[in-house]
Every structure is written in structure tokens, then in C-alpha cells.
């Protein structure tokens, strides 16, 4: 399984990206899907997770700011944020991960920027 995310970029604090992650491969529907990111000199931190059935749960530092949603047909997992803060400057990491069956995977980041 390869993970592509797309979407970083600069904005201003207070405003939106929305992050995108494409999985290949035909089995996307039974991956448990997660955002992580990291910051300059700091441990990549779980953002947000969204299970095969939908349940979601996000760090404190971002709710009600940051939604995680998947589209199965598609193979994709997003992350819309909004109200970003300089704080969230990072890079942002997709994760699909199985681990009943022993899979786990990575894609490589991409750079999100908020400043003005």
C-alpha cells in the first residue's frame, strides 16, 4: 500500500487547507486511517483517526477546528482544517493501519505553514 497526501502549503493564520491522502491498492476500506503531524524539534503527534466504520476521534488541540473524513470509493482520507493557528505549523503525515493483520503504513508528508 502506498500513501500519497497532498494539500500543505502557506495560509494565514485563521484560515483553511484541506489535506488529502490517496491510498493504492484495493483493501483501503479495512484500514483504520490517521493523521499525525510534526513540528520543527518536536515528536510526531497524533491529529485525528477515523475508523473503518467511521468513528472519529481528535486531539484536544484540535477539535472542533479539525475534521477527519474518508471516501472509500475513492480510496481517500481528508483532513479539512480550519481556524489554523501558527501552532499547527507542521509536517502532516497520513497512516493506514491494520493491526489484526499486521499493517502498518506510512506516506510521506506534506508541509503545512501558518503565517502571516
Known amino acids: 500500500v502506498q500513501l500519497q497526501a497532498s494539500g500543505g502549503g502557506l495560509v494565514q493564520p485563521g484560515g483553511s487547507l484541506r489535506l488529502s491522502c490517496a491510498a493504492s491498492g484495493s483493501i483501503f476500506s479495512i484500514f483504520v486511517m490517521s493523521w499525525y503531524r510534526q513540528a520543527p524539534g518536536k515528536q510526531r503527534e497524533l491529529v485525528a483517526v477515523i475508523g473503518n466504520g467511521g468513528s472519529t476521534d481528535y486531539a484536544d488541540s484540535v477539535k472542533g477546528r479539525f475534521t477527519i473524513s474518508r471516501d472509500n470509493a475513492k480510496n481517500t482520507v481528508y483532513l479539512q482544517m480550519n481556524s489554523l493557528k501558527p501552532e499547527d505549523t507542521a509536517v502532516y503525515f497520513c497512516?493506514?493501519?491494520?493491526?489484526?493483520?499486521?499493517?502498518?503504513?506510512w506516506g510521506k508528508g506534506t508541509l503545512v505553514t501558518v503565517s502571516s
Open positions: 497512516n493506514a493501519a491494520s493491526y489484526s493483520r499486521g499493517m502498518d503504513y
